[in-house]
């Protein structure tokens, strides 16, 4: 009998070779459902003695996840296998929530129980206004966020426990989803020195954050429908920058929402989640130095000027951000529906136009993010330019607790990456004396 189907390319496992000195070592390597290759090191410290460095971690995979799948050379974005173009227009906020949490599509009553559990806890404890009000009213929202994130951990102890039943950590992480929309609420109204408005029970999650950010009066279902689209969109990303340190930080057996904290705190900066604020910081001031957008993109490629192209360029997207193109629709749509004519807007397409032609831009495949007309459509809709990262840290939370939650189901160990030591070689101790008499002697 011949055993060729073992011999067979689909089934034979896949090795990569290296060679160090006169060895060489076989490494096995794993492919994903989409084909995805990647070298197994695991074991290559103990095998080889050496490790590997990949400085800002462009070419390591931390885990493998069932979660986003992303193809950034042909800008695909799935949620669970669902094309986000798919879920922008059919879906809802919650419902692309469920399904990055739970892996499936609700059934209508799976979706009426998750809804009816995120408003049942969709209070938040008086205490955090308490908190809120020692905060300077002009302090970085996002240090808001960041703070009332952890202290979740404080107001819901039973978080703390992650042997608790299964039912009692979905209950944890369905608080922080349900809690989100007013804390965000509140986090506006207090910069903005307004008072604060109660949940609305009856109405949808999108609708609610809305009505408490900006009172039920100024709402519409042009406002609402944006909104949810914005929020699919900032849903996941698979492992960016705060999500990978919501993992390490979960990794550690932390609770939810204090690795949660971690990734707001990592979602700040402005090369990663705070981009969004920084485009229209960075509009304006093209906006008010004249709109000539040809000098700005001149300085963005200039290696001796420090200014970037904010909503450009892309880790992982080395063609268009799938995102982008979705916003940039809806962008549209809602400026003319309502009748908004922003010059920031038009500034956005001038750099639009003037980046795609250059070759600059081209050759580095530097297209616009998903930031890039995000914080126009904010600003459409009336929120301050210094919420909008909030804004993308309330989107991102059902894919943050995905990804922890499907970290914490495989068990992954702590995350602990290697390095190279660079520094001074062994060397022995000099008394504070004898210093100075060398340093005097010099
Ligand atoms: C998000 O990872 C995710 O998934 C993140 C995110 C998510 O959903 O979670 O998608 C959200 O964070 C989107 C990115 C938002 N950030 C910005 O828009 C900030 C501006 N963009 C850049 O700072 C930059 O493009 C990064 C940080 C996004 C990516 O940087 P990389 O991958 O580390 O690339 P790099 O810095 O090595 O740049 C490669 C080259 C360099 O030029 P050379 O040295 O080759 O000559 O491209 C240049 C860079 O100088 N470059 C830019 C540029 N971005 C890169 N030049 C001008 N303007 C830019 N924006």
Not at 68 to 80: H, P, S
Not at 257 to 274: D, E, I, N, Q
Not at 288 to 303: L, M, Q, R, Y
Request: aromatic fraction near 10%; charged fraction near 25%; hydrophobic fraction near 40%.
């Amino acid at each position: 009998m011949i055993i060729f189907a073992l011999q067979h390319p689909i089934f034979m496992s896949e090795t990569a070779s290296i060679t160090l000195g006169d060895k060489k070592y076989d490494l096995s390597v794993i492919t994903g459902t989409e084909n995805e290759k990647a070298i197994d090191i695991s074991k290559l410290r103990d095998q080889t003695g050496y490790i590997t460095i990949d400085s800002g971690y462009k070419n390591t995979g931390c885990t493998k996840s069932a979660i986003t799948f992303l193809d950034g050379e042909k800008g695909i974005l799935k949620y669970r296998g669902y094309p986000i173009e798919q879920l922008a227009e059919k879906s809802s906020f919650i419902e692309v929530s469920y399904l990055l949490i739970y892996g499936e599509l609700p059934n209508q009553l799976q979706l009426d129980n998750f809804e009816a559990l995120l408003k049942e806890h969709s209070d938040v404890p008086e205490e955090l206004k308490a908190i809120l009000a020692a905060f300077p009213q002009d302090g970085h929202p996002m240090a808001k966020l960041c703070s009332i994130t952890a202290a979740l951990s404080a107001f819901f102890p039973e978080s703390l426990n992650l042997q608790a039943s299964k039912a009692e950590q979905n209950l944890t992480l369905v608080k922080l989803m349900a809690k989100f929309p007013a804390i965000v609420a509140y986090i506006q109204r207090h910069t903005l020195g307004q008072s604060y408005l109660s949940t609305d029970k009856n109405a949808d999650y999108v609708t609610n954050f809305m009505n408490m950010t900006f009172g039920s009066s100024t709402v519409d279902e042009v406002v609402i429908d944006a909104m949810n689209k914005l929020l699919i969109l900032h849903a996941d990303h698979e492992q960016n920058c705060s999500t990978s340190t919501v993992r390490i930080v979960g990794s550690s057996d932390c609770n939810l929402y204090a690795s949660v904290a971690a990734g707001v705190a990592a979602l700040w900066g402005p090369l990663h989640g705070g981009a969004n604020q920084a485009v229209i910081e960075m509009l304006e001031k093209i906006k008010n130095d004249g709109g000539d957008t040809a000098k700005w993109v001149a300085k963005a490629k200039d290696k001796n000027d420090s200014f970037r192209l904010m909503g450009f360029g892309h880790r992982v997207y080395k063609n268009f951000d799938p995102r982008a193109k979705i916003i940039k629709k809806a962008c549209d749509d809602i400026l003319n529906k309502l009748g908004i004519n922003d010059p920031v807007l038009n500034i956005a397409k001038q750099l639009e136009e003037a980046a795609l032609n250059d070759p600059y831009f081209a050759d580095r495949k530097l297209y616009p993010n998903v930031d890039f007309y995000s914080g126009i459509i904010y600003r459409a809709l009336g929120f301050p330019t210094e919420m909008f990262t909030v804004l993308f840290a309330l989107g991102r939370c059902p894919g943050w607790i995905a990804q922890w939650k499907e970290l914490r189901e495989n068990k992954e160990p702590i995350g602990r990456p290697r390095q190279v030591y660079v520094g001074e070689t062994e060397r022995d101790f000099v008394s504070i004396e004898d210093r100075q008499k060398s340093a005097v002697a010099q």
